[in-house]
């Protein structure tokens, strides 16, 4: 039987195997143009039941597992640096495991803010410890300092990826407040600290109050009134 020309949802379909797939009912998805198309449920061979594939996916090998095969091989990845580096009981090698965690395993409870907002580690790094502590110790990398991006919706790679002090990365989180003073950008209470002023008044004077930036930081602070 030639499947690349049989129907999608033929029943011939029913119990053929592709990888480890293999297919066990049909159901439909609606495309963006309004169009229906056929889709599979698929039992893997692990056990898990996969639903609503795309038959073209998984016949030319695209989708060949429901992500037991690939959790496997970064496994074999895993153990397999370990063998050869001999730096697996290092600080910089829990760096990079748990970098990787956290965009790649959607089980790490850090991964709704890194791999679950489409945060990934370079292929380069992501396939290769070796490859990750070459760029460290070659970028300033020392056991007091933790990697942190400098664009904090990109990826983890050699472009934007530096290693500061704990304190520096608290600066660079999400939720930080920059503000551009003298034509440059940094943290608000980096900008306090410059112009000698107090944070927690400032911050208020912003977020209660209204203020604009320029106003809050350069209005004095009298006593207890900010």
């Not at 690349?4 to 033929?10: A, E, G, I, S, W």
């Not at 963006?32 to 893997?44: E, F, N, S």
Request: hydrophobic share 25%.
């Amino acid at each position: 039987m030639n499947l690349n020309k049989t129907k999608n949802n033929d029943p011939k379909y029913i119990g053929q195997k592709f990888g480890r797939l293999t297919v066990i009912g049909f159901g439909e998805s609606v495309t963006t143009d309004g169009l229906h198309q056929v889709t599979w449920d698929c039992q893997c061979a692990c056990g898990n039941i996969i639903r609503g594939r795309r038959p073209r996916n998984v016949k030319s090998g695209q989708t060949r597992s429901c992500g037991c095969l690939k959790q496997e091989q970064n496994t074999k990845n895993l153990a397999d640096h370990r063998r050869t580096h001999g730096m697996s009981e290092t600080r910089i090698f829990g760096i990079w495991e748990k970098m990787r965690d956290r965009c790649n395993n959607p089980n790490t409870p850090a991964y709704k803010n890194y791999g679950g907002r489409g945060i990934k580690v370079c292929p380069e790094w992501d396939a290769s410890f070796e490859a990750f502590w070459d760029w460290a110790r070659h970028n300033g990398y020392q056991d007091d300092l933790t990697i942190d991006r400098i664009d904090n919706d990109g990826d983890y790679c050699p472009n934007n990826c530096k290693w500061v002090t704990r304190t520096e990365q608290q600066r660079n989180k999400r939720n930080i407040r920059y503000v551009e003073v003298c034509g440059e950008r940094m943290p608000l209470k980096t900008a306090c600290e410059k112009l000698g002023v107090p944070y927690k008044a400032v911050h208020l004077r912003i977020t209660r109050r209204g203020w604009d930036i320029d106003r809050a930081l350069h209005t004095p602070i009298q006593g207890k009134q900010s």
